[in-house]
């Protein structure tokens, strides 16, 4: 199982679902369900339209709230895009940055996504770092070369210190809403493979040190053998962060032998 030294964490993005009604009740719910003494994190990512209500639904609670994106300015004529500071006023402790989705519908670069992981680092939040490859990477063997470049691209420019809160989802493209999980190897590889990267971006203290979570089609049913991985320290989870039971089953999550 993951270092006892990394405080595992199990993230909900729920992408474009919900009215703020029902992301409240939602929150409110996984709220509820919570182990009185668990000792991980939790961060759900509602849409910009429910932060308000989904913080006041987690008012009290240790959950962080998390948007699921991040202007990189502070102000001015950027027509569609929230702030850091107006994330904060929201509730916000974190935000998800470099989504695949956000790098493929939106055409987000990897200069946009180092942009904004140095405006989310610089207002205090923590960032939630996305990377992976896609099906077609993967199957010509690009996989790594692909998550290397993602690295170094949003971290450049940033110093250990600077980017001791983040925190890397390896997410597979072709296994997020597909119902296909990468294996748990095939998951612990690539968290080794991120955890030399940083090693090689900054330390060795600071690879042992940063969270990566694994990301793409956690499922309650999936969950105990990938977080059983030496290697991987939570759960960036899509459709199944949207079902209260199911989601608390992903956060509840139980380490298994696995070798
Ligand atoms: C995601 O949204 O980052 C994700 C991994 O989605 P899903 O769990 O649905 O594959």
Redesign the pocket.
Known sequence: MASTKRIPMIAG?W?MHLNSKEAADLAAAIRKGLDADLKHEVLLAPTFTSLHAVKAALAGSKIILSSQDIAWEEKGAFTGAVAPSQLIDAGCTAA?IG???RRKVFLETDEMINKKLKAAIKAGLVPVL?IGETLEERESQRTYRVLETQLIGAFSGITAAEAVKVVI?Y?PVW?????KTATPDQAQDAHVFVRRQMERVYNKAYADAVRVLY?????ADNVDELMSQPDIDGA??????LKADKFLRVIHFQTVLTR
């Not at 296994?175 to 119902?179: L, R, S």
């Open positions: 993005n992408k998800i989504h695949s989705e996305c989802a997410e296994a997020i809403g597909t119902g990301g793409g089609s956690v499922k960036l989870v899509g459709g199944e962060s």
